[in-house]
């Protein structure tokens, strides 16, 4: 039974891929357990690495580009990686590498970066991993407007984190015995939710709200209507690597950010607070990242709206004493530093990384200076 289990898993999520990619799409969005899988080996483990990296998708493709394509010297990826591929890794060894080089230290860096999360989720990993006595010495938050005012039509304990959290068997304890259990359950158990997940999606047609949230239709491609395209006609000149920035994700990102709301961005930004409040009660050092995006992403959401984010998310880090770094205020990045309008390639992802490392190094010196000591 066991062998035969094993080898419908392997056709499931190894043949079924390349013979019929939605479908498996459809499967892989579906599941939420093992599209988190990475947060809970972070908090469930004994590892206890000093520096973790919130973030939603913009965090987690650099990561894995600039990783490729510098580290593994593998050639450049010519266009977003597969969702599940970037939301699962879980390193960012380029940024490591930028902090020893700026630093002199080396630090053992986690990358928690999953697709379409938002504040409030960040906040609930936060929570738990302080209950796990994982205290890291400093939390680099990237940030965005979509984490604070587009949520996929969710509320807040209804995000893929937030079910996850409440569906997830926590382990009462943290003895080695238990963790290493939970560790086998983890890496044994999400291939078998997968292909389950697989089977449903087959014999059940998807709803029209979960359509709408991965942006596919049933009908042929060529039959599909096209979304409005603000952008049409905007295509980046060829970078080195030959690759164009056509902004493909404008119509997507149009969509969502026309239901955005003050009531949203409200209860996020509070949410942000709470976190950032509960990490100087715990002494965990978080510097927050504004994370770079095109203009005509920018210019898709409601000025007001976009003002507020950013007015109010200053002033909660500056109230929380978390450095703000703005990396979207300056020409450091063009269209040719991105895959589409939100999501930085390996070129801009080495931008990114860089600066912000510079400015970690400077903010960290500060600090011993002023207390005498070495804060990381």
């Known amino acids: 039974m066991a062998v035969l289990l094993v ?3 392997v056709v499931m999520t190894t043949y079924v891929p ?4 939605l479908w498996y799409e459809r499967s892989i969005n579906g599941c939420n357990e093992p ?28 990561s894995l580009s600039c990783d490729h394509a510098f580290i593994n010297a593998k050639g450049p990826l010519m266009s977003v990686p597969d969702i599940f591929a970037f939301s699962h890794y879980k390193r960012s060894e380029f940024f490591k590498l930028q902090l020893l080089e700026k630093l002199g230290k080396k630090f053992e860096v986690t990358n928690l970066g999953v697709a379409g999360i938002v504040a409030s ?22 940030i965005a407007p979509a984490e604070f005012i587009w949520n996929d039509g969710h509320k807040m304990d209804d995000t893929r ?24 359950r983890r890496e044994v158990s999400w291939h078998f939710e997968l292909l389950e997940n697989e089977l449903a999606a087959y014999k059940t047609p998807m709803s029209d709200e979960f359509k709408k949230f991965i942006h596919r239709k049933d009908e042929p491609v060529e039959n599909r209507e096209p979304l409005p395209n603000p952008a049409e006609g905007v295509i980046s000149d060829a970078d080195a690597y030959g690759r164009r920035n056509r902004l493909e994700d404008i119509p997507n990102f149009n969509m969502n950010y026309g239901k955005a709301n003050d009531e949203v961005l409200s209860q996020q930004l509070k949410r942000f607070n709470e976190a950032l409040a509960l990490c100087d009660k715990n002494h965990v050092k978080v510097v927050v990242v504004n994370m770079p ?18 007015r ?3 002033a909660i880090a500056e109230k929380n004493g978390a450095p703000f770094i703005d990396m979207d205020k300056d020409d450091l990045f063009t269209l040719t530093d991105f895959y589409d309008s939100t999501h930085l390639n390996e070129t801009g992802g080495k931008k990114l990384f860089v600066a912000v490392a510079e400015k970690i190094a400077k903010l960290t010196s500060t600090v011993a200076t002023q207390a005498g000591n070495q804060p990381l």
């Open 7 to 9: 080898l419908a898993d």
């Open 18 to 21: 390349q013979k019929n990619l």
């Open 35 to 62: 599209f988190c899988r990475k947060i809970f080996e972070y908090i469930c483990s004994k590892q206890n690495p000093q520096v973790i990296m919130l973030g939603s998708s913009l965090l987690a493709v650099p």
């Open 121 to 142: 989720d960040q906040n609930k990993i936060l929570e738990k991993a302080f209950a796990y006595e994982k205290k890291p010495a400093m939390v680099v938050w990237t």
């Open 161 to 184: 984190i937030a079910l996850s959290f409440k569906s997830y068997v926590w382990p009462i304890n943290s003895n080695v015995a238990v963790l290493a259990a939970d560790k086998i």
């Open 293 to 310: 995006l095109t203009s005509y992403n920018r210019e898709l959401i409601k000025k007001p709206l976009y003002d507020r984010y950013m």
């Open 312 to 314: 109010e998310a200053t």
